[in-house]
Every structure is written in C-alpha cells, then in structure tokens.
C-alpha cells in the first residue's frame, strides 16, 4: 500500500465521485456470514456485507479500497485511466490492464516498465503510443512466440497483425518477406 494512505481513502474518493454512498448509522446493515445476506450498493448483488458503512461485500470492498491510487507502471493511463484496481503485483498496485500483461507474459513489473520504453515499432519504426487503447495503430504490442511465450519485441498493431497473418498462412516468414521484396520489385 503507498505510504501515507489510509483504507479509507479509496472509499471517500468512490463517494466523493458518486460512485458509493455513506449509509446513516441506524440503517447499516450488520456485516459477517453469520448475518442474512444483502444487496451490495456498488456491484447491486445479493452478498455478505463486509463493509456496514457503504454496505459492500469484500469484492467491491477490494475494488474500491485503492480507488483514485495511481498504477506503479509509469506513464499508464486511458482504459485504466491510471486508476488502480486494486491488484498487487510483488506488493505494487496494478491495473487491471497492467496485470493482465503481467501475468500473460510471466514478467516482472520492471520488465514490463522497460517493455514500455520502446518507443519505435521493431519492424517499421513508427513511434508508438504504450496507452491501453484498441485499435490506435501506433498502438504498442508485445510481440511473442506462440510456441514458446518468449517476448521477441515491440511493434506496431500493423506490423503485429501482418506478422500474425504471414505465420497463419503456413508460410516461412523469411522466405515469404524475400518472395514479397521480389514480387515490388520493379
């Protein structure tokens, strides 16, 4: 958890955003497994109430303990909106789209921060925006052996999608990009 912070803070900046509301004293709910369920005010299901004050159950008490905390990979913003969701990776707090890259990948959260500083496609050279945004075609890709899982490098989504088709197609990529230079060639 970053220094000087305080569980509570995620809660009152959820509320201050409208997100999750404070519940009066005498309306709260008792909290524990041995009390009949309630509705949850964040995720509006039928649960075991952890959290009396805004009434959450321990999956949205989790989600929303961090809210407003910044992702421990630099630089990361949109879809995660540099919002946390409370995941920990090594004791950092993640995104949720930061750990799913984490995780498929099998890296460590430098690792991943140092994939984050390529700045240029490794076939084309465009410049490349590392934002979690679909469909950007500067949009950065981390490029891996199927077979293997080994990262090879950073591209384009062009250049991704490309090497994905030439591999689909059966064909050598080698041999088909000398067949493709022959074929433009004049």
């Given at each position: 958890m ?7 803070k ?24 041995k009390?009949?369920?309630q509705?949850?005010?964040?995720c509006?299901?039928?649960r075991?109430?952890?959290?009396g ?5 321990s999956t949205c008490?989790a ?9 421990a990979?630099v630089g990361c ?5 540099g919002?946390?969701?409370v995941?920990?990776?090594n ?6 789209s930061c750990?799913a890259?984490?995780?498929?990948y ?7 921060q140092e ?8 076939v084309c050279g465009?410049e490349?925006d590392?934002q979690h945004?679909?469909?950007?075609r500067k949009?950065?890709?981390l490029?891996?052996d199927h077979?293997?899982g ?6 384009c989504?062009?250049c991704?999608?490309?090497?994905g088709y030439?591999k ?9 990009a000398k067949k493709?230079i022959l074929?433009l060639?004049?």
């Amino acid at each position: 958890m970053p220094s000087g912070y305080s569980v509570t803070k995620g809660y009152e900046k959820a509320e201050e955003l409208g997100i999750i509301s404070s519940i009066p004293f005498e309306q709260r709910v008792k909290v524990g497994l041995k009390y009949p369920k309630q509705i949850c005010q964040y995720c509006n299901q039928l649960r075991t109430i952890n959290n009396g004050q805004y009434q959450l159950c321990s999956t949205c008490c989790a989600k929303l303990r961090e809210y407003g905390q910044p992702c421990a990979v630099v630089g990361c913003s949109t879809v995660c909106d540099g919002k946390a969701s409370v995941f920990y990776h090594n004791g950092d707090l993640v995104c949720e789209s930061c750990r799913a890259c984490l995780k498929s990948y099998n890296l460590t959260l430098s690792e991943y921060q140092e994939l984050r500083n390529v700045s240029n496609c490794g076939v084309c050279g465009v410049e490349l925006d590392h934002q979690h945004s679909r469909g950007n075609r500067k949009g950065a890709c981390l490029d891996h052996d199927h077979d293997t899982g080994k990262i090879r490098g950073v591209l384009c989504q062009q250049c991704n999608v490309a090497e994905g088709y030439i591999k689909a197609s059966g064909h050598d990529p080698v041999t088909w990009a000398k067949k493709l230079i022959l074929y433009l060639q004049p």
